[in-house]
């Protein structure tokens, strides 16, 4: 009954790791999981856990403070006394004391370091938010390339094909004479040049789908793969939007912006803390204590008693003047306004680099939909122009050098139709990006 057990769980096992083998990861998923994986972002997750604990720190410094102390002491030789003699005596003392004190009145320092703290989070979380938006774009930019690597990889098989169709045509026409052996020998040349590229592309495919494992922090790319969506080369991916609209929309969504938006905020109330050095600090506090003495050679109460009889209680208001600090608090005023000039100038700075990543981009995007519409046109003419050379070289009315130039112009324009095409959808994907739409491909 055991093996049996074991045998079922083992098959169970197997069973799965068959399943998850099998899987196809989607643009979406990869995503996900290298946001939920990635080594930066889990450090500016750590970076906005920090902003949360210094937030709950300052909410928790308007609360009164409780310290307790415990001191116990021996005193030995001569001593001074109360009739102004000296003695020679040995004494213990013993002490314990818990105080408290409460903060009434600190120059608005506690609500503005508050607000500051509820600022600096909203910032990391923004920052964390950046930091996810790189990795989405990084992921999907090698997603994209391994689906260009897989479409050269499919173009490299089917010329091998052709090529292996060919020669048995070319083996064919040798064996009855219509060949000589300079071409039967040129078409197996020319085969095995197109299976040594088939296997470069290949090779090229599995390091592009490496790169996007590691980026996704896979431990191997072993039974990875992803999904090919469906695009529909036939028509436009986007309507592309000017790059003022486009900026328009990416100043109120995007993290970096409100980031720097929160710091310059934040930096306002920098400068009312260091201003709180100003204003008087007025605090509450107030304790309980008591003690225990003990002379050697002389009755003493026990240790109880003598507790209850030195118990004491005291309350109390202490208020600190700031006269003179030999201008501390001046200068910590003036870096705080300087902090702020430069986190406005780091704002601004921020906004210029935005617009020029979308001009950038649009540009990008608008060269990339010509390339694209072109190299369209070309392909369908190089096909065309191929088909022709194919059925001349077959009835012997073309060269082999005609055809294999023909056969080569096909073959760049394929490439560089599928290498346009996928340029143009992610430099479309990204414009979207910026209005705020999600990375996806379905």
Aim: net charge neutral; hydrophobic share 40%.
């Amino acid at each position: 009954m055991r093996k049996q057990y074991i045998t079922f769980v083992t098959i169970a096992v197997l069973s799965a790791g068959s399943a998850m083998a099998q899987k196809q990861w989607n643009l979406k998923q990869c995503i996900e999981y290298a946001i939920e994986h990635n080594l930066t972002i889990k450090q500016q997750e750590a970076a906005k856990d920090e902003s949360a604990v210094d937030l709950n720190t300052a909410k928790w410094s308007r609360l009164p403070d409780l310290n307790g102390s415990a001191s116990h002491s021996f005193n030995f030789g001569r001593s001074l006394q109360m009739d102004n003699t000296y003695q020679q005596l040995n004494t213990q003392n013993t002490g314990l004391n818990l105080s408290t004190s409460i903060p009434l009145f600190t120059g608005m320092q506690i609500p503005n370091q508050i607000a500051l703290s509820k600022l600096n989070l909203k910032a990391a979380v923004e920052d964390l938010n950046k930091a996810k938006e790189d990795i989405s774009i990084q992921v999907t930019s090698a997603y994209l390339q391994v689906l260009f690597n897989e479409e050269l990889a499919k173009v490299a098989h089917e010329q091998v094909a052709l090529s292996e169709e060919m020669l048995k045509q070319k083996t064919a026409f040798f064996k009855v004479g219509k060949a000589s052996e300079a071409e039967l020998y040129e078409a197996k040349s020319r085969a095995a040049q197109d299976q040594l590229s088939a296997v470069q592309a290949d090779n090229e495919y599995r390091l592009a789908l490496l790169d996007l494992s590691q980026l996704l922090e896979l431990p191997s790319p072993e039974d990875f793969s992803i999904v090919a969506p469906s695009i529909d080369e036939g028509k436009d991916f986007c309507i592309l939007s000017s790059p003022a609209d486009i900026y328009s929309e990416a100043l109120l969504i995007k993290p970096s912006i409100k980031a720097a938006q929160y710091r310059v905020e934040g930096a306002q109330k920098s400068i009312r803390i260091a201003q709180s050095g100003y204003y008087p600090q007025l605090s509450l506090g107030a304790g309980i204590a008591t003690s225990y003495y003990n002379v050697s050679g002389r009755e003493n109460g026990n240790f109880g008693s003598q507790l209850r009889d030195n118990f004491s209680q005291y309350i109390g208001l202490s208020l600190n003047i700031p006269i003179f600090n030999r201008f501390s608090t001046r200068n910590q005023v003036r870096k705080a306004r300087i902090q702020q000039t430069t986190l406005n100038w780091q704002l601004e700075d921020a906004k210029k680099a935005l617009y020029k990543e979308i001009q950038q981009a649009y540009y990008n995007a608008v060269n990339a939909e010509s390339k694209f519409e072109s190299s369209r046109t070309a392909d369908e003419a190089a096909k065309a122009s191929f088909n022709l050379m194919k059925e001349k070289y077959a009835n012997g009315k073309a060269t082999s050098t005609e055809f294999n130039e023909a056969r080569t112009n096909w073959l760049k324009a394929v490439s560089d139709r599928i290498q346009a095409k996928y340029d143009y959808l992610f430099r479309t994907k990204i414009l979207d990006f910026y209005k705020g739409v999600p990375l996806t491909l379905e």
